[in-house]
């Protein structure tokens, strides 16, 4: 549906990535991400305008990263970025705040223009002694609070 890596492949992907920053001495980001209110979608315009939304955010998500910089979807319409290479939580937030961007436009819809946000938990280690799942664990929090504090928008949480 997407053409990203799903879940499966996540878990080789951040383990690699973990691998090379820990080799590297370097910092490492993950993102969780969803589609904000995705559930509406689905009940307002079916399932198959559920399934353009997903495709759009896929490719809008992929648009707004790095090339160096990996999306995944896990399920539903929940996605990761794993983001390598970086010098500082600051520049992991200008990815974050580079993915809301390519929400400000609507959506195309059959049904028409429909307005699509994303929340975004960014987890950040500064040192890659970190594992995947504490790692995850920080992003599924920043996520949570990213939507507890209204949706459509990013929220950090430094690991180290």
Known sequence: LTGLPNRRSYGERIEEALHRARRGGLPIALMYLDVDHFKQVNDTLGHAAGDAVLHEFAQRVKAAVRITDTVCRLAGDEFTVIVEGLKS?????????????AFERPMLLEQGE???????????????????????????????????????????????
């Open 89 to 101: 939580a600051e520049e992991a937030a200008l990815v974050a705040a580079k993915i809301l961007q």
């Open 114 to 160: 429909w307005k699509v946000s994303t929340s975004i938990g960014l987890a950040y280690s500064g040192s890659a002694d970190i594992g995947a799942e504490s790692l995850g664990a920080a992003a599924d929090a920043a996520l949570y609070n990213a939507k507890k504090e209204g949706r459509g928008r990013y929220a950090l949480r430094q690991v180290d």
